[in-house]
Nanobody, 126 residues
Framework: AVQLVESGGGSVEAGGSLRLTCVAY?????????VAWFRQVPGKEREGVAAIWTNEGGLYFADSVKGRVTISQENAKNTVYLQMEALTPEDTGTYYCAARRGGSRSPLKKSEYIYWGQGTQVTVSS
């Protein structure tokens, strides 16, 4: 069965950095795949943070993270990374990795994705 496994979450102070990792099992990122990171806090909708089109490296970012976040891939390891800088308490949440085959006009929309990881917690203190 397809599995997406996130890691790299933790607790940091405001201004700090984290790199999240999403590894896919029984699934190959390398062909016609969107991989995205979402985050969710209790009581709020899961929101898209960043997405990457693994074929050509096309990128999408939420306005709230532009300039502070990079998303990258390492296809040989079936891995996608989310590097986050200058973290603020508003970045706190559970971060989920998601993947889908084929194109999407809305790669930061959660309904576009079929495969999801279990999430990794990020807590940013002020």
């Amino acid at each position: 069965a397809v599995q997406l496994v996130e890691s790299g979450g933790g607790s940091v102070e405001a201004g700090g950095s984290l790199r999240l990792t999403c590894v896919a099992y029984e699934y190959t990122y390398g062909t016609d795949t969107w991989v995205a990171w979402f985050r969710q806090v209790p009581g709020k909708e899961r929101e898209g943070v960043a997405a990457i089109w693994t074929n050509e490296g096309g990128l999408y970012f939420a306005d709230s993270v532009k300039g502070r976040v990079t998303i990258s891939q390492e296809n040989a390891k079936n891995t996608v990374y989310l590097q986050m800088e200058a973290l603020t308490p508003e970045d706190t949440g559970t971060y989920y990795c998601a993947a889908r085959r084929g194109g999407s006009r809305s790669p930061l929309k959660k309904s576009e994705y079929i495969y999801w990881g279990q999430g990794t917690q990020v807590t940013v203190s002020s």
